[in-house]
């Protein structure tokens, strides 16, 4: 009797362990989809032309690892003097998992590379943007050694609201940019954590920091009358995977770095993960 109880929880905990189901090591472009886009279409007036060109989207070995490279360039473009790269998930992935990505992000004025997550066109049964929902695993502007996670919800633009709030209220995290790191999403239906450099074993999360905790409270999504729907919405959709490299933008303006760029720079993608729990939907 013992021995079948042990049993059975041993099976249990394997069962509520994170299973890799996706681990895309760049040796081809395959599960990911170049945006060509001007930046005006961004919503954040940024100066570059996403192109799917080889100069600015391309995968390559750095130091023997294979890697995807997003590659801001001085090129005119379509009345664009910047050219740079943006690419989203062939598919939509959630909801929920453990998303962990190990990169290198450029630093300098006038960057703004990011690592996150949309709905697809960034409209789910929800509505449109935020209402559908935005996940921020990490932002950094220019510059300044702070990276930053957050999540977007709310009404339709311009009804939406954040968490962390507004303005120099958001939460900020300092890796040494210089090196690879983990930038790591916990999303549940109940919590959504933010980690830099986790890593999965033996199906659980270990070692790394946990940057940022947050409780689904803290987050709805309303309908045009400004109601609020029922459960964990809008996070309980399924979103694309997002990396990009913008330039200017109203961010990096508006911290007053958008003078003498740091072009061209790149962010370097090594290793997307994403693994799912017994939590998690298909
Ligand atoms: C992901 O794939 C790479 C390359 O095949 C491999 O070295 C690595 O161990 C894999 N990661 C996991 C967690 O299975
Ligand atoms: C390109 O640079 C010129 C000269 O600074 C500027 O007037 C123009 O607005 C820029 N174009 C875009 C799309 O940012
Ligand atoms: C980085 O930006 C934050 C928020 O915009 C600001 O409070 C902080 O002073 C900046 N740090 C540096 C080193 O510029």
Redesign the pocket.
Known sequence: MKALIILSLLAYSSYAGYV?VM?D?FTDLSNWIADVMPGSASGNSEWEYYTDSPNNVFTTQINGQNALVLRALAQNYEGYNYTSGKVHSVRPWGPYGFFNIKAVVPKGNGLWPAIWLLPPNAQTIYGTWPACGEIDIMETVCTNSSGYSTIHFGGEWPNGAQWPNNGYNMWSFLPNWNIQHWYGLDWQPNYINFWLDAQ?INGKITGGQLLFNIPSSRWYALNSNGQRYPGNAPFNQPFNIILNVAVGGFWPCWEGCCQNLAIPAQMEIY?V?IWHNSQSEE
């Open positions: 890799l681990n090591t999965m290793n993960q």
